[in-house]
């Protein structure tokens, strides 16, 4: 069974910082892209960034320049540091990976339970 299992959600100032990590756990094969996502309250989630197994990443428009995708290949875990963080940022942050269980089977989608992080004075 593979889990994604998010941290380092909380409560910030506005213009503070804050680093979220995402580590993958169970038995699979390879990590293809791993992505983070936001969900605004009463809003649908929306893709923040994403990073595949070559270190190529995208970003949303609305976070380039503040937020950094990283990830360690051999920890099976994803970053995400964010700066300069803006109220509009406040929400729950999911992460996302597409995963490889096993030869045989193509690669999965799999998300996270979520991290809260709230932006505000």
């Known amino acids: 069974q593979v889990q994604l299992v998010e941290s380092g959600g909380g409560l910030v100032l506005p213009g503070g910082s804050l680093g979220l990590s995402c580590a993958a756990s169970?038995?699979?094969?390879?990590?293809?892209?791993m992505g983070w996502y936001h969900q605004a309250p009463g809003k649908q989630r929306e893709l923040v960034a994403t990073?595949?197994?070559?270190?190529?990443?995208n970003y949303a428009d609305s976070v380039k320049g503040r937020f950094t995708i990283s990830r360690d290949n051999g920890k099976s875990t994803a970053y995400l540091q964010m700066i300069s963080l803006k109220p509009e940022d406040t929400g729950v942050y999911y992460c996302?990976?597409?995963?490889?269980?096993?030869?045989?089977?193509?690669?999965?989608?799999?998300w996270g339970q979520g991290t809260q992080v709230t932006v505000s004075s």
């Open positions: 996302n990976a597409l995963i490889q269980t096993d030869r045989s089977r193509a690669y999965s989608n799999y």
């Open positions: 169970g038995s699979f094969l390879r990590i293809n892209i």
């Open positions: 990073i595949r197994y070559d270190d190529n990443t």
